[in-house]
């Protein structure tokens, strides 16, 4: 007999599907159950939450982005903290209505002490909260300051994103004709 999961009723044989054999619906809700129950720590979610991201391509990731937007604020918070500092700007891009405390989150992740350009991640994901809202990320870096989140090379990054930020407005005014290159466009 189905067991009803409040969304739609689930078959026996779904609850034993392996996660990447699931649908993006299927996946989400069972990130979400996994983290409303506590069944996993925020470590054992990592390697889920990097499968579910993988696969955003396109209508894929208007999907995906569709489906984190309908989760509980507590309940992103917990995704974007398990959230590694590489998929932190993936996971970030998806949300339409970031709150400050979501991207005090997002930008005050640790980097891989394998990392070679530590700089580099962290301004990816100050870029993507930048590109939610300028003054999101102003913000989020007092939240994160004031609570302790930023960790020891987030003062060092922070200072140089903004040195960057202004270099590219002088830039725009001295070349107002002239585009930075997209994504995968080349220079």
Do not use: C
Request: glycine share 6%; no cysteine.
């Amino acid at each position: 007999m189905a067991k009803a999961t409040g969304r739609r009723q689930t078959k026996w044989y779904e609850k034993y599907l392996p996660f990447v054999a699931k649908s993006p619906e299927m996946q989400v809700e069972w990130l979400e159950q996994v983290v409303r129950k506590g069944s996993l720590s925020l470590a054992e979610v990592t390697p889920y939450l990097r499968l579910l991201l993988a696969a955003e391509e396109g209508e894929a990731k208007a999907q995906l982005a569709e489906l984190v937007n309908g989760l509980a604020p507590a309940t992103v918070d917990q995704l974007l903290a398990a959230a590694d500092a590489h998929d932190t700007p993936r996971l970030f891009s998806l949300l339409t209505a970031p709150t400050v405390g979501q991207a005090a989150i997002a930008i005050s992740k640790v980097v891989p002490p394998y990392e070679k350009d530590p700089a580099l991640l962290l301004h990816r994901i100050f870029q993507a909260v930048q590109g939610k809202s300028p003054t999101l990320l102003a913000e989020a870096a007092d939240l994160a300051r004031k609570n302790g989140m930023a960790g020891r090379s987030f003062e060092e990054a922070y200072a140089r994103f903004l040195e960057i930020l202004e270099d590219e407005r002088l830039l725009s005014t001295l070349y107002p004709k002239a585009r930075v290159p997209g994504e995968g466009e080349p220079f």
